[in-house]
């Protein structure tokens, strides 16, 4: 499967049904200019509460788009078309904390008991920070953007327990009040950042290594930018260990039918 | 037990203490001055999902302050020292959305798997709404908000559905824009006014009949304005007719430690 050369023109529909057939791409950062993309999280109906409790007390990091009702795999709000089963370039599998699987098609994985949580995403706003003249080092790179585990712990909410996750774009000093005041703009998509300059004040040792993601070089002058994250919900199940859930791969998001 | 000559001065502390000594009031309208209120929402934990995601998917008429763990009486964030089981003034116990009784210490009903909703109330904002000159007519009354049913639904989650209620109260003609402005600073508390006007529109025959609190008297020139009210998840529990739940009785409110 050959991906599309501009893949920020397809439609959602277009880049759900490339996913849908088998395609996958190292991030969906910079695919179908405009719209919102998500993360995804889905648990059992047993641990559904847990998460929608967890997101509700850390709404920074987990603010909620849509919930589906058990076993639906179509978001009926934000994309009422797609298939949360098949339609992201590729998915991870968590049992008892543990990512056994990364796959390109969750059908096999998925349960009639599934509620899916659809929560905001960064990437929603980096085509508001491109077009205020903010550069986005990971897409100029080609590469998935940068995620870091923090030291900051999330409130907890039953079994789902964990870090703060983050994710990291260098920004040129110039251009930092820019990008707070623009990602503030989207407070459905994590808002401002939660911490800008020195990685050691979150607890990250090594902007070189991050957890989730690629790393992303800094021109001289940019200064490191930090947001919340909605990979924290998969920080939340390696920590607190639930029996099962399916979330998207890092980077690799579910794209909405919703303008950003 | 004699109600204090002038409840807007006592500390929200005061004023529980108050009520858990066996107190009641027609309504906490007007009390402890400058401190936010709560509707009450109690579910066994199994009905706790459908509970926070009805919120959650009607946050104009239930915006969520708190959640507590299950079985925990103490709202840890809103007032530590409370509780919940004894320190409202009414409670209504409902049993397959019917209120089957209502009781001035609910701790006879409280149950190990009771997870309470406290839920932002307008009458957070009356103070703010009468300093800006909004006359308060219930409370110049001396009666409970009038409360009623509306035509409109909720969008519903799992067994949770039924209509918006509103709270009702005339404000002069003049005064409309400033209680539209100043109770949209409130989000939390139900925001602006979903409507102002004809009742008819909400579906509402008869402004001299609530189905909930009081009726209030308008003054010439009063116009009726109309506003989310967590009451609303009394109506879904009426309709959708879970097996069991424990709510404050309309218009008698739990006084959190928070400022308004």
Redesign the interface.
Known sequence: MTLPDRPSVLTPGQARALFRTGADTPTTSGWCRGHAQANLLAVP?DL??DA??FA??NPAACP?LE?T?PGDPHPREMAPAADLRTDLPAYRIYEHGVPVAEVGDATAYWRDDL?AFLIGCSFSFEAALAAAGVPIRHVEQGRNVAMFLTDRPCVPA?RLAGPLVVSMRPVPEALVETAIEVSGRFPTHHGPPVHVGDPAALGIADLGRPDFGDPVAAEPGDVPVFWACGVTPQAALMTGAPEFAITHAPGRMFITDRAD
């Open positions: 109906r559904a509460f929608l409790l509700h007390r909620v919930v009702d509620v039953g």
